[in-house]
T-cell receptor
Framework: QQQVKQSPQSLIVQKGGIPIINCAYENTAFDYFPWYQQFPGKGPALLIAIRPDVSEKKEGRFTISFNKSAKQFSLHIMDSQPGDSATYFCAASTYYDKVIFGPGTSLSVIP | DAGITQSPRYKITETGRQVTLMCHQTWSHSYMFWYRQDLGHGLRLIYYSAAADITDKGEVPDGYVVSRSKTENFPLTLESATRSQTSVYFC??????????????FGPGTRLTVL
């Protein structure tokens, strides 16, 4: 019940495309959903996060969509660029508790 | 330098040896974490610490030991390394003072190979 599922495992899109990464969870106590971005050879870094009281959050070209009833959330990257090529992790947590990460999605944006 | 650092960055050891991975942060963050990253598993929490002298197990604690005598340091020890502990290890920290949902700041990682 603590698991966070993530798909696809890998994704290849052309520059300008809109990659979508989907995540699902079971534990209804989760109330904080961050996304982390990791470049090769680096540690993950927070990209964007959402609380379940909103259905969508945008930061620049990155958008999180959240469906509380379906217990699903997704990351959309608008006008994707080669510099967006990285591994993306969705995650979930409760107040002051540890963060549970999904298995990650490796994104490649082809010029 | 400010931030979170890990040492060594790369380590090769043999089965049965004791290995200690170091983590140091300069922000005085109260929370610190150790994760291992393996293909197909993402980031799995090994141990975490809410403050100096307070530690707790994560998802995969077996074979690992941690201590936190000072706020800024959180070493991870593999008491008797096994091949299954070959992985990339990340240390992270976060500040609990800002209200419960806190960004975790990750170090650059240590790539450990156990032969």
């Amino acid at each position: 019940q603590q698991q966070v599922k993530q798909s696809p495992q890998s994704l290849i899109v052309q520059k300008g495309g809109i990659p979508i990464i989907n995540c699902a969870y079971e534990n209804t106590a989760f109330d904080y959903f961050p996304w982390y971005q990791q470049f090769p050879g680096k540690g993950p870094a927070l990209l964007i996060a959402i609380r379940p009281d909103v259905s969508e959050k945008k930061e620049g070209r990155f958008t999180i969509s959240f469906n509380k009833s379906a217990k699903q959330f997704s990351l959309h990257i608008m006008d994707s660029q080669p510099g967006d090529s990285a591994t993306y992790f969705c995650a979930a947590s409760t107040y002051y508790d540890k963060v549970i990460f999904g298995p990650g999605t490796s994104l490649s944006v082809i010029p | 330098d400010a931030g979170i650092t890990q040492s060594p960055r790369y380590k090769i050891t043999e089965t049965g040896r004791q290995v200690t991975l170091m983590c140091h942060q300069t922000w005085s963050h109260s929370y610190m974490f150790w994760y291992r990253q393996d293909l197909g598993h993402g980031l799995r929490l090994i141990y975490y610490s809410a403050a100096a002298d307070i530690t707790d197990k994560g998802e995969v604690p077996d074979g690992y030991v941690v201590s936190r005598s000072k706020t800024e340091n959180f070493p991870l020890t593999l008491e008797s390394a096994t091949r299954s502990q070959t992985s990339v290890y990340f240390c992270a920290s976060s500040d609990a003072r800002e209200g419960g949902y806190n960004e975790q700041f990750f170090g650059p990682g240590t790539r450990l190979t156990v032969l």
